[in-house]
C-alpha cells in the first residue's frame, strides 16, 4: 500500500515544526510518574504506604505531594530498581474521608504527575438508640430513631462510613421494623439516621429496641463491619382494665375491679375508683408491676339510673381512665294476690299480680294490656281447684336486657265433702284447714 505522497509528507512535516516539539513530545513521552497504590480505601486513622516512582533518569525535583502526614523524614530519591527511581513513603493517621495526593516530577523541564485517591472509612463504633419515650400509651405511635455519628452538615464530621456503604435497621427484638441503606450517597458523607413511627401495642411492654448498624466494604474487598447499638426496652401502659356488672339492683351488691399492669415504679402508681361523684373505697393490692384496686358496689334507691364507673391510675404526672357504664335500677319482684286464698266451691276468686312501674306482668300466661299495670284473672272455684298454682312473671327491660322475676301461689278450696266425712287421700296428709297461699 502507497504511503501519503511526497507533497503531503512535506506539509505535515510542517505541521509538527509549526505545532513545535511539545505535541509530538506528549505522543511519544517516554517518561512519566507513577503512584502506587492509585485509588485506596483504608481505616480512619490508619497508615498506607504509597510508592511514587519515575522511569526520568534525571529527575530535577519531585516526589508525593499530599497534606496527610507521613512517618519519618526521609529525603530524596533512591533507586527502585527496574529503570525507576522515587520512593515508597509511609503515610500515617489518615484521617480525611478523601483526599488526592500528586506524585510529581520535573523532568527535562517538564512535569511528570500521577494522582491518586485515598478514602476513608470508619466502622460504626458508635450506634446509638435515642431514648424511648418513658411511659408509651399502647395504641399510639412513638418514634424509633437510630443514630451512627458522622452525619455533619458538610459530612467531615468523623463518623462511620462511606455512608454509601452503611446500612441501618431498627429492630423489635430479633424483628427488623424498616431497613435502608444509604446507597448512592458520596463518598465523603458520613454516619446517618434512621427514623420510624411505630405503633405501641400492649405485646411491646417489655420488648428490646435496638438498631443495627452494617458497613459492608466487601466490593472494596474489605470485610463487613457491624455493630448493634444497646437495647432500649420499652415500657407501654395501656387503660385500666375496669371489670363491673353493667347493672346492678337497688339493695344488691357487687364487687368491683380495676386493674393496670406495667407500671413503674409501681409503689408510685395511685389507683381510683369512682361511681357516679362517689369515691368508693377499694381495696389495693401490688403485685410486681401490677396495681389492682376491688371494691364492692352497693346500690342504693337514691343512685337509680345510668351512672359511670370510672377507674383512674396515675403515675409520674400521667393518668389513665378507663369509664364503664353501669345502669342501677329498682325491679321488686311481683306481687300474686289471691283475693280468697282458701275458698269455697262456687265462690269468685280474683287473681292479681301487680309489679312495679315498666313492668310487664303475665299472669297464667296472659300478659297485661298496659306495662306498669296489673294482670288479672277470675275463676268460680270448683273442687279441681284445690292446690291450683297460678303463676306470674314480671319482665323489666334494663339497658337492652331483659330480666324476668315470677311469682307463684296456691288456691286452697275448701272442701265441703270432707264435713260429710268422705275421705280423700290428700285430706289424710294435710289438714283442710292449712289452707294458705305459697310464695
Ligand atoms: C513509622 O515508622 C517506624 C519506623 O520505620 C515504625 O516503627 C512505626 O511503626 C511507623 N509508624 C506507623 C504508624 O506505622
Ligand atoms: C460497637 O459499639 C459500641 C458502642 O456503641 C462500642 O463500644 C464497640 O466498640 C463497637 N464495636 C465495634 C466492633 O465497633
Ligand atoms: C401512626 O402512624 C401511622 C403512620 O406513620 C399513621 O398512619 C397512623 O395514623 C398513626 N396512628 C396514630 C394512632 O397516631
Ligand atoms: C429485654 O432486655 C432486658 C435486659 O436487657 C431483659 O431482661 C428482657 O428480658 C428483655 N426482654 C425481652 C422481651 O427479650
Ligand atoms: C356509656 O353510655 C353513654 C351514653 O349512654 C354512651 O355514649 C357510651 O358509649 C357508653 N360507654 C360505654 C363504655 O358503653
Ligand atoms: C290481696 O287482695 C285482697 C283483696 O283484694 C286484699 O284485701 C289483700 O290485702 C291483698 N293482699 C296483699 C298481700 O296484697
Ligand atoms: C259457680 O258455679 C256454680 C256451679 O257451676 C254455679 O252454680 C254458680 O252460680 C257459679 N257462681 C258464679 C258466681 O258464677
Ligand atoms: C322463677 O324465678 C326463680 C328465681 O326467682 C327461677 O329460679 C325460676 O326459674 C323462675 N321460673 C320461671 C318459670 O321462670
Redesign the pocket.
Known amino acids: 500500500m502507497p504511503g501519503p505522497s511526497p507533497g503531503l509528507r512535506r506539509a505535515l512535516l510542517g505541521l509538527w515544526a509549526a505545532l513545535g516539539l511539545g505535541i509530538l513530545a506528549v505522543a511519544q513521552e517516554p517518561f512519566w510518574a507513577d503512584l502506587q497504590p492509585r485509588v485506596a480505601l483504608v481505616e480512619r486513622g490508619g497508615s498506607l504506604w504509597l510508592s511514587c516512582s519515575t522511569n526520568c533518569p534525571r529527575p530535577e525535583r519531585g516526589g508525593l505531594e499530599t497534606s496527610l502526614r507521613r512517618n519519618g523524614t526521609q529525603r530524596g530519591l533512591r533507586w527502585l530498581g527496574r529503570g525507576l527511581r522515587g520512593r515508597a513513603r509511609q503515610l500515617v493517621d489518615i484521617r480525611e474521608p478523601e483526599t488526592q495526593p500528586v506524585c510529581f516530577f520535573r523532568c527535562a523541564r517538564r512535569t511528570l504527575q500521577a494522582r491518586g485517591l485515598i478514602r476513608t472509612f470508619q466502622r460504626p463504633d458508635r450506634v446509638e438508640l435515642v431514648p424511648l419515650p418513658a411511659w408509651q400509651p399502647v395504641g399510639e405511635n412513638f418514634t424509633l430513631s437510630c443514630r451512627v455519628p458522622g452525619a455533619g452538615p458538610r459530612g467531615r464530621v468523623p463518623g462511620a462510613g462511606p455512608r454509601g456503604s452503611l446500612t441501618l435497621t431498627l429492630l423489635r427484638g430479633a424483628q427488623e421494623l424498616i431497613r435502608r441503606n444509604f446507597a448512592g450517597e458520596p463518598p465523603r458523607a458520613r454516619g446517618a439516621v434512621l427514623t420510624a413511627t411505630v405503633l405501641a401495642r400492649r405485646e411491646d411492654h417489655g420488648a428490646n429496641f435496638s438498631c443495627r448498624a452494617e458497613l459492608d466494604l466487601r466490593p472494596h474487598g474489605l470485610g463487613l463491619f457491624e455493630n448493634s447499638s444497646a437495647p432500649r426496652e420499652l415500657r407501654t401502659f395501656d387503660s385500666p382494665r375496669l371489670i363491673a356488672p353493667r347493672l346492678l339492683e337497688v339493695g344488691s351488691e357487687k364487687p368491683v375491679s380495676c386493674s393496670l399492669d406495667g407500671l413503674f415504679p409501681a409503689p408510685e402508681a395511685g389507683i381510683y375508683l369512682e361511681l357516679g361523684d362517689q369515691r368508693l373505697n377499694p381495696y389495693v393490692t401490688l403485685e410486681g408491676d401490677a396495681l389492682m384496686a376491688t371494691a364492692t358496689v352497693t346500690a342504693s334507691a337514691e343512685q337509680e339510673g ?1 351512672r ?1 364507673l370510672v377507674c383512674t391510675v396515675t403515675l409520674g404526672g400521667e393518668s389513665r381512665e378507663t ?3 353501669l345502669t342501677i335500677y329498682s325491679f321488686p319482684a311481683p306481687l300474686l294476690n289471691l283475693s280468697e286464698p282458701n275458698a269455697p266451691e262456687g265462690k269468685m276468686v280474683t287473681v292479681t299480680c301487680t309489679a312495679g312501674a315498666r313492668t310487664l306482668v303475665t299472669l297464667e300466661g296472659i300478659p297485661a294490656a298496659v306495662l306498669g299495670q296489673p294482670a288479672q284473672l277470675q275463676l268460680n272455684v270448683t273442687e279441681n281447684d284445690d292446690r291450683r298454682g297460678f303463676f306470674c312473671e314480671a319482665i323489666l327491660e334494663v339497658d337492652g336486657e331483659i330480666l324476668s322475676k315470677n311469682e307463684s301461689a296456691e288456691l286452697r278450696v275448701l272442701c265441703e265433702l270432707m264435713l260429710t266425712h268422705r275421705p280423700a287421700p290428700s285430706d289424710l296428709q294435710s289438714p283442710a284447714h292449712s289452707l294458705i297461699a305459697i310464695a
Open positions: 345510668a359511670q369509664r364503664e357504664n
